[in-house]
């Protein structure tokens, strides 16, 4: 089993920072892919960036590309989302989410384990 805990949202100006973090425990995850996912009110959960544990190869959703960065710390076995220039458009609940294969991670069905998310909101 596998527990994601989130932390770091809040509230932010437009074009502030806010760095997001999700600590792992209960199994090791060197094979594993990390992601972080968002949903605002009314929408779909939808796919923000990824991670692999192993070779540290990243993927980004395009609307977030240049202004997030994911990174992971193995020894922490903690993952980071660093947003930077925010727009209220970036207002939604984050999500941490662990899958076991490194196929299509960009969709939400190939995560196995998910963390109950953490608010981000972005005000004009």
């Known amino acids: 089993q596998v527990q994601l805990v989130e932390s770091g949202g809040g509230l932010v100006q437009a074009g502030g920072s806010l760095r997001l973090s999700c600590a792992a425990s209960?199994?090791?995850?060197?094979?594993?892919?990390m992601g972080w996912f968002r949903q605002a009110p009314g929408k779909e959960r939808e796919f923000v960036a990824a991670i692999s544990w192993r070779e540290g190869s990243t993927y980004y959703a395009d609307s977030v590309k240049g202004r997030f960065t994911i990174s992971r710390d193995n020894a922490k076995n903690t993952v980071y989302l660093q947003m930077n220039s925010l727009k209220p458009e970036d207002t939604a609940v984050y999500f941490c989410?662990?899958?076991?294969?490194?196929?299509?991670?960009?969709?939400?069905?190939?995560?196995?384990?998910w963390g109950q998310g953490t608010q981000v909101t972005v005000s004009s």
């Open positions: 209960g199994r090791t995850f060197s094979s594993y892919v």
């Open positions: 989410a662990a899958a076991a294969r490194p196929f299509n991670v960009w969709v939400k069905s190939a995560y196995d384990y």
